[in-house]
């Protein structure tokens, strides 16, 4: 009986893979330190990472988040944005 090859070990995906992500700024537009479930997000597509900043941007304000920039990589896109109306 033959099996298969051990699949290669987890590789976590890289900046290429997950390219877009949001710097979270306070109001003078510095970094600010959110928890782990909201910090360090990457995501493969501009439109993943705007709809994920639409579904969570009440809990980063709470969280002392009042704009959010746009990068792809290290590029900025657009921002900041506020989450305030």
């Known amino acids: 009986m033959n099996l298969p090859d051990q699949p290669p070990t987890f590789r976590p995906p890289s900046t290429a893979d997950l390219p877009w992500s ?10 600010v330190t959110v928890s782990e479930d909201y910090a360090g997000r990457r995501f493969a597509s501009q439109a993943d990472a705007e709809s994920w900043v639409g579904e969570f941007y009440a ?22 944005m506020s989450l305030h109306a």
């Open 22 to 31: 949001w710097r979270l700024e306070d109001k003078e537009g510095t970094e």
């Open 59 to 80: 809990e980063l304000a709470e969280q002392g988040v009042d704009g959010v920039t746009l990068l792809e990589v290290d590029r900025v896109v657009y921002g900041p």
